[in-house]
């Protein structure tokens, strides 16, 4: 058998490059695999990657199933799984060629050990292999091959020792004209008065040296909260020791026959061996499979008889009955991820850009409607947070996420938007525990919040605030970056880098565990980094009954109506302007093309289609952004790349760049757009019999109110009501697709760079009229065909197209300084 447990990605280019070929077909091909794959909560694809995975066939050598091939690899997918996989899609030239291509590669599972035996002894070095049938092993003593005996057997048996066996070993295992070799092992004599000539030396009068497994661990099934006893007994002399290990992990502090877990939980589940060693010899268990079961509640069940004036109690019995686990799932999942850098009053941070670009990005693997927004003041965070509230209803699970300057007084957290003045107090702020109880009255399934921010104490503000009481539920979750009345920090080591709470959040958040468990192991990790250890630790606070996790399904129970309604509202709310083509008199067609990198920041793209011959050099910029309602950099306008153009988020290089140059040009703070965009195209231009002397031309564009600029929240919210019923609305006269981007831009709701498809409710008459309850379903974005971009073949440029999550930096005491995130304490 050949070793499926390996990573897809451990699969030679060839043999990636022929399953793309295989399933790049529109019957079993990659989509299938998509959609397979998605039901598997850490595997899953966001729709943005699908996109990403479409776009391919735009250049002449992309293949959307190699691409999509990549992605499940980046997430450690297994050959097995992918095998699986391709079984349920009945993809049979692909299971034929998978198996076949695994088969064929030989891989050691078994290495010989090195070994110290007494003179006249025996020893043993096993080797074992995983690969095709018919393998055949060869072992060597330095460069001599051992021949008889069992030199040509998996296992090489030394008996009795002498010293012309001491030295190192090696063993080739051989297929056909394929092999691969072992590690070396050494054996080594030792001499004892009580050798002997026979096969098994005597160690010690009446006694046999060797090694062997009296009793092998079982596998079982235990109840959440049960005790795992798993037991593991030899012989062995001299006595044998063992180590207990949890999916190929050691267990540090199991180290005996007996492994006992008291109280396991859902972390607990995997596979279990056991190491058996002594002084000379090495042996492991048999590996075990632990899972966890359903529940079950002993109940007692007493009876009392009354007669007349007389009780009678009769005998208490325990009833014990069967209570399976029951599969949480949200009726949707939205998140608003805030990340506030550049304040007016307080310490510049860097960190939450990279923040809640990756935090987006997972979030967005898991089916969370994501909208992310950076450098809100205070009007545009409460109208934020009332406008996310709107998306909220009964079972759906909320999440925000808040990056910036905080603090903490008589136990309520306080966000810091960048207008915030030098002596803030609670009037500045949003109070998170307000936030709280608004969510509560949504009635939600979950309530998680993500607060990476300093909670010292604010010596500014001593009122004591009265949001009212919180409801008594059972869904709450707050994740703090920091303990309390301490800081958080960044750390300042190059342009981009995340702050310490996500380099270890990111790692952990796709899990498929309870999310008070999988914050728990955030804790822990930041809790082994010695460059963490006094500076910051995570705190968990939380009441949560029900084993709820970020990754469970969404299942709607909505009927259809609310349904459409609602994923309308959310489509109008965030559709990007439509790519154009511009047609100038001198004969030069311009194209511009939209894409998001936030929910409030817009890159518009331009560039040169055709230009007539005699024109001999051409380029066209834009120019004329209105003065307010967006945040632009005049010198970083109209640049080659988008990281000069502003962007610190990276993007997927490897693409062939266009034909023809393109210039990007980065919108920021779009939330406080008013009224339509409209800039200018100019074209500069010189014709071949004209010296030195440029033309130029112009073209006003108007393009609406892209992306976030539709909610108008630098405008005054009514309080959110709680309300859950879904009034009718006249929708704008909009498309709620990009459908003709053009060649840069496919059709999708949206181009991507960074953290992208973003979810919102589109609220038109602020103050006006009463606000409503919206509840999002999930949304399936408008995925280009192959078939429908053929026409755009002959010209294939660059797409922009989302990247991967960004790399953790390696986190050093020599090589990072330390930014807190409080405004009235420094480190």
Known sequence: MGDWSRNLGTLSEDALGRLGEMLDNSTHGWRQLANVVNEHPQIRCSESELTSCSVQVLSPTGSPARYLLARLADRSCSLAFLLSCLKKMDNQHAVQYLTATVMEHIHITVQPQSQQALEGGRAVLTCRAAGPAGLSYQWFRGKEQILGGTGSAADLVLCPLGPVHQGHYICRVNHGDNCTFSQWAHIQLGRSEYSSS???STLFPGSKS???????????????????????????????????????????????????????????????????????????????????????????????????????????RDVTTSSPVVLTTATDKVALLIGNMNYVHYTQLSAPMADVHELSNLLRQLDFKVVSLLDLNWQEMNSAVTEFLLLLDKGVYGLLYFAGHGYENYGNSFMLPIDAPASSTSDHCLCVQSVLQRMQERETGLNVFLLDMCRKRNPNDDVIPHSGPLKVTANIVFGYATCVDAEAFEVKKDDLNNGIFISFLKLRLCEDEKVTVMLDRVAEDMGRCELMRGRQALELRSNLSER??????????????????????????????????????CGVQVQIGFAAEFSNIMIIYTRILEKPKEIVSCSAELIDFPEEGVDLDLKKSNQESIMEAGSLLPIMESLP??????????????????????????????????????????????????????????????????????????????????????????????????????????????????PRSYSLATQRVNIPEENAVAELMECPPQPLIASKSLTQSQITQETCSFSDKNNFHSY
């Open 198 to 200: 026979g096969c098994s």
């Open 210 to 316: 060797g090694l062997c497994i009296t009793r092998q661990p079982q596998s079982q099934t235990v109840t959440e909260g049960d005790t795992l006893f798993l037991e593991c007994l030899a012989e062995a002399n001299p006595p044998a020791q063992f180590h207990w290990y949890h999916n190929m992990n050691a267990m540090q502090q199991q180290k005996s026959s007996v492994l006992r877990i008291p109280a396991v939980t859902t972390t607990h589940r995997g596979q279990y061996s056991c190491r058996v060693y002594n002084l000379f010899h090495e042996t492991w268990s048999n590996p075990v499979q632990i899972h966890i079961g359903n529940n079950y509640i002993t109940i007692k069940v007493c009876q009392i008889k009354v007669t007349f004036n007389t009780i009678y109690h009769q005998p208490c």
């Open 548 to 585: 709820r996790a970020l990754t469970d399904r969404i299942q709607n129970t909505e009927s259809s109506t609310d349904h459409s309604a609602r994923n309308l509202q959310w489509a109008i709310a965030h559709v990007l302007p439509k790519s154009r083509k511009l047609h100038f008199e």
């Open 657 to 770: 760049s266009p034909q023809s140059p393109g210039l990007y040009t980065r919108l920021k703070s779009l939330q406080r757009l008013k009224t339509d965009l409209t800039f200018t195209v100019c074209v500069h231009y010189r014709y071949s019999n004209m010296d030195d002397e440029e033309v130029q031309e112009t073209q006003s564009v108007t393009v609406g109110k892209p992306l976030v600029s539709k909610l108008n929240l630098h405008e005054p919210r009514l309080p959110c009501s709680s309300s859950a019923d879904l009034h009718s609305f006249n929708a704008p006269e909009t498309s709620l697709y990009t459908e003709d981007l053009g060649p840069d831009f496919p059709a999708s709701e949206s181009s991507s760079i960074g953290s992208v498809s973003t979810t919102w409710s589109y609220h038109s008459q602020v103050a006006r009229e009463q």
